[in-house]
C-alpha cells in the first residue's frame, strides 16, 4: 500500500507540472497569434490566471466542486481550508494518492479552463477587469460544472462521463469564450463592411512552440486523470498521440486542399483540437477510435472558425472558441458513440450517448447564461474593453507601460 501511494502521488505530481506548463503553452500561442503591442499583456494574463486563480480555487472552488453534494447541484462544505476537513473526495483516496497531490492537480484543470478566454478576447480587454473574471471562473463558474461532473453531482448520477474533460473542462472555457469576445467585440479594423479582414500575428513560429508545449502537457493532462499509475494511464499515452497526430495531418490536407496552401497554423490547431476531443473517451476507446476523433477534428476545426469569423462575425485572435468549443462538444458526444465499454457503436444502446447530449447541453447553457452576465455586468460597471486610443497603441504600452520587443 505505502508503495503504491508514493508511486501514484509521484506520477500524478508529474502529470501536475505537464499540465502547468500548459499556461506557458497557451501564452506562446495567443501571443504569436496577436500582434506584437500586446504580447506582455497576454503573457501576463495566462500569468496571473494561475496566480489568481489557484488562491481562489483553494478558498472557495473546491469547496463547491467536491464538498457536500446538496440536490446534485454544489457543493457545501470544503472552503476556506478543504485539505483540513473531512471531505468524501479524501476517504475514498485513502492510502492511494496524497491529498495535497489531488487538490495539486485539480488546481491546474481549474486554471487550465480559466485561461482558455484570454486568447478569445486578446488585444482588446482591460486587464483589472479580466483579473475579476479570472477570480469568478475560478471560484464558481467551474467548479460549479466540476461539481455536476466530477464532485458527484447530478450529472455523475445520470451516467454522464468525461474521463478528463472535454466538457468540464475546454468547453467550459469555450463557452465562457464565446461570452467575452461576443460581449467586448471585435478589435478595431477587423470587419469592415461586414467582411473579415485578417490581422496577422506577429510570430508565428512562437505559436507553433506552444502548440508543441500544449501537447506535451496533454501526457499529464489525459493519462493524469487517471489519478494512478497503471495500464490505463500507459493506454491513455497511445490514444492521446494517435488522436493529434491524425487530426494534425487532416488538418494540414483538408486546408491545403480547401486555401491551396498548406496552413502551419490551421494545421497545429487541428492536432491540438483532436486532443482537445479526446479527453473524454481517451481510456475507453479503440486506438482506431482515437484516430476516427482526430480526423473528425481536423476537418471540423478549420470549418469551425470560418463559421465563429465569417458567420457569427466573433473575433477571436487564438481560434479558442472554436479549438475548446466546438472540439469539446463533438468530443463529448463521441465518447458516447465510441467508447468501448458504453458506446452506442459498441452495441450498448443509445441511453448513454443520450446522456452525454444533455450534458454537453446542459453545460453550454450554464455557461453560456452565467458568463453573458458576469460580462455585461462588468462592462456596465467597471469595463471590459479598453479605449481606441489605447487599442491603437497597443495594451503593452498603455496598460503596463511597456513594450516586448526593442528594436
Known sequence: MENTFLINSLFVLVASALVFMMQMGFACCESGFSRAKNACNIWLKNFCDFCVGSLVYYVVGFGIMYG?????????????????????????????????IYLLFQTMFCATAATIISGAVAERF????????????????????????????????????????????HSVGAFAALAGAFLAG???????????????????????????????????????????????????TITTTFSGAAGGIVALFFTWARYKKPDPTLALNGALGALVAVCTGVAEISIFGSVIIGIVSGILLPLSVEFVDKKLHV?????????????????????????????????????????????????????????????????????????????????????????????
Do not use: C
Open 315 to 407: 473575433d477571436d485572435p487564438a481560434g479558442a472558441i472554436s479549438l475548446h468549443g466546438a472540439n469539446g462538444i463533438i468530443g463529448v458526444l463521441e465518447g458516447g458513440l465510441l467508447s468501448t465499454s458504453r458506446g452506442l457503436f459498441y452495441g450498448h444502446g443509445i441511453q448513454s450517448f443520450l446522456v452525454q447530449l444533455l450534458g454537453i447541453a446542459s453545460i453550454g447553457a450554464f455557461v453560456l447564461i452565467t458568463t453573458f452576465v458576469m460580462f455585461y455586468i462588468l462592462k456596465k460597471t467597471m469595463g471590459i474593453r479598453v479605449t481606441k486610443e489605447e487599442e491603437l497603441d497597443g495594451l503593452d504600452k498603455h496598460e503596463h507601460g511597456m513594450i516586448a520587443y526593442i528594436n
Open 186 to 236: 471585435p478589435r478595431i479594423g477587423k470587419y469592415i463592411d461586414g467582411k473579415s479582414q485578417a490581422i496577422p500575428g506577429h510570430n508565428i513560429p512562437m505559436a507553433m512552440l506552444g502548440g508543441f508545449i500544449l501537447w506535451t502537457g496533454w501526457y499529464g493532462f489525459n493519462p493524469g486523470s487517471e489519478l494512478a499509475f497503471d495500464e490505463t494511464t500507459l493506454y491513455t
Open 68 to 100: 457536500k453534494d446538496f440536490h446534485g447541484i454544489i457543493g457545501t462544505t470544503g472552503f476556506l481550508n478543504p485539505l483540513a476537513q473531512d471531505l468524501e473526495v479524501w476517504q475514498g483516496m485513502e492510502g492511494t494518492l496524497s491529498p495535497h
Open 126 to 169: 482591460k486587464f483589472s477587469t479580466y483579473l475579476v473574471v479570472s477570480a469568478l471562473m475560478s471560484g464558481i463558474i467551474y467548479p460549479v460544472i466540476g461539481h455536476w461532473v466530477w464532485g458527484g453531482g447530478w450529472l455523475s448520477q445520470l451516467g454522464f462521463f468525461d474521463f478528463a474533460g472535454s466538457g468540464a473542462v
